[in-house]
């Protein structure tokens, strides 16, 4: 079988652990960690490569020492050299795997270091989004106060650079998105979808623990008192998530 990769990009509290289990299930599948039952894993692989690329490389020593034991604990100084390390993981845990990290639409390096590797490797890379009211109330009651300056406004800003990022794949690079709330709703539909472009057979039973959570969470949470902006407003817009769609579901 030919060496796949296939990369979620989303924000946090967007359903990818739910999706991560999906993908976990697949018998054609791996996870990127040594323990291929482990519940939830984001290695951050590209960021971290980017990093050790630009003269830090101890992060990238550190997060993969125990977790990909097979690289010998080295760090890369090239894309060349990044490459070469992913290949070894898709030799090991593959030949096809899942990769998943909510830091990636943060990092330009990192993406850019991803999409370099796409131009010449099997990568089918889509996206993930939720109604950020949604996603993040789900965060400020989750991760409130662990980020010095937290705020709602402060994790709309963020928000809105990581989908401004994968609205940009989308435009140059085709990267499909699909909504949380769709797949949550009729997974076997989206699921089908979602294998074809990733190159699986549909098998329901890989998804069958998918049901909607905490879909209508804002104002009924903490963060009831942000008031989305107006760039936030566009955005809801542009994925469909209007006043009229949220009292319908």
Known sequence: MTPRTIVLLSAKRTGSTALFRVFQNHPAVGVCHIDQSIANWEPNFWCLAARAVAGEPEPFQKRFRDSHPFLGGCAPKTDHEVF????????????IVFDKSPSYLMSAAGLGLLMRYAQCHDVRIFGLIRDARDAISSQLDRFQGLVAGDSPAFRERVWLERYDRLETLRATSGIPIVRYEDLTRNPTKVMTQ???YCGLEPMPETWAHMKPVNVGRFGQAAATTWTPSRAMQDHLRRFGYTESARKAS
């Open 194 to 196: 979602i294998y074809s």
């Open 84 to 95: 070469a390390l992913w290949d070894q993981i898709l030799d090991h845990l593959g030949p």
